[in-house]
T-cell receptor, first 112, second 115 residues
Framework: DTTVKQNPRYKLARVGKPVNLICSQT?????MYWYQKKPNQAPKLLLF???????READTFEKFQSSRPNNSFCSLYIGSAGLEYSAMYLC???????????FGPGTRLTVL | AQKVTQTQTSISVMEKTTVTMDCVYE???????LFWYKQTASGEIVFLIR??????ENATVGHYSLNFQKPKSSIGLIITATQIEDSAVYFC????????????FGDGTQLVVKP
């Protein structure tokens, strides 16, 4: 089973409110990623976990948080949503050995 | 600096023909991995094919194949006998082993296959 699951599929949030997105995989992958995807743009890497170690990209360091309580589960937390956060959020997983990523179906976040 | 560049924004081809999508990359790493992904109309991103930097043979999976030209830092995706359902956005990506396995994506190429 190469399925990555994401919940919810659609999320409506108000400006200034928190948002929590959830991702899970059962492939025992050691690395899990979160991307932000806007139309006509490349997926933008926000952060990733290698095992229990969180790596956040420099330009999104303070905007996004994440937790990984176990190997299968990873969340993305936005403390205070802004209009610019409206996008598709994609979770992916892979092994740490250079293998390909498997993507979830995404969560479409709309901030009003 | 952009690490992965896809210069073709959009390509339109007739069904059953062959199409090549270009991708060039930039890396100082001696060991890296190259991938092509397809984003379907629903937004889902699906892995298609990969090339490891140390392999000389071009990868082939089904009607997808790669044209790996290491001296040119180029990894083209070739789709033979295109079908309508191949219409999608195709992303090229690179993963650097010595850069904490970071992955860099290109901006994508929109492929339209016409009947």
């Amino acid at each position: 089973d190469t399925t990555v699951k994401q919940n919810p599929r659609y999320k409506l949030a108000r400006v200034g409110k928190p948002v929590n997105l959830i991702c899970s995989q059962t492939m025992n992958h050691d690395t899990m990623y979160w991307y932000q995807k806007k139309p006509n743009q490349a997926p933008k890497l926000l952060l990733f976990y290698y095992d229990k170690i969180l790596n956040r990209e420099a330009d999104t360091f303070e905007k996004f948080q994440s937790s990984r309580p176990n190997n299968s589960f990873c969340s993305l937390y936005i403390g205070s949503a802004g209009l610019e956060y409206s996008a598709m959020y994609l979770c992916a997983s892979s092994t740490g050995r250079g293998d390909e990523q498997y993507f979830g179906p995404g969560t479409r976040l709309t901030v009003l | 600096a952009q690490k992965v560049t896809q210069t073709q924004t959009s390509i339109s081809v007739m069904e059953k023909t062959t199409v090549t999508m270009d991708c060039v990359y930039e890396t100082q790493d001696s060991s890296y991995f190259l991938f092509w992904y397809k984003q379907t109309a629903s937004g889902e991103i699906v892995f298609l094919i990969r090339q490891d930097s140390y392999k000389k043979e071009n990868a082939t999976v089904g009607h997808y194949s790669l044209n790996f030209q290491k001296p040119k830092s180029s990894i083209g995706l070739i789709i033979t006998a295109t079908q309508i359902e191949d219409s999608a956005v195709y992303f090229c990506a690179m993963r650097e082993r010595n850069n904490n396995n970071r992955i860099f994506f290109g901006d994508g190429t929109q492929l339209v296959v016409k009947p």
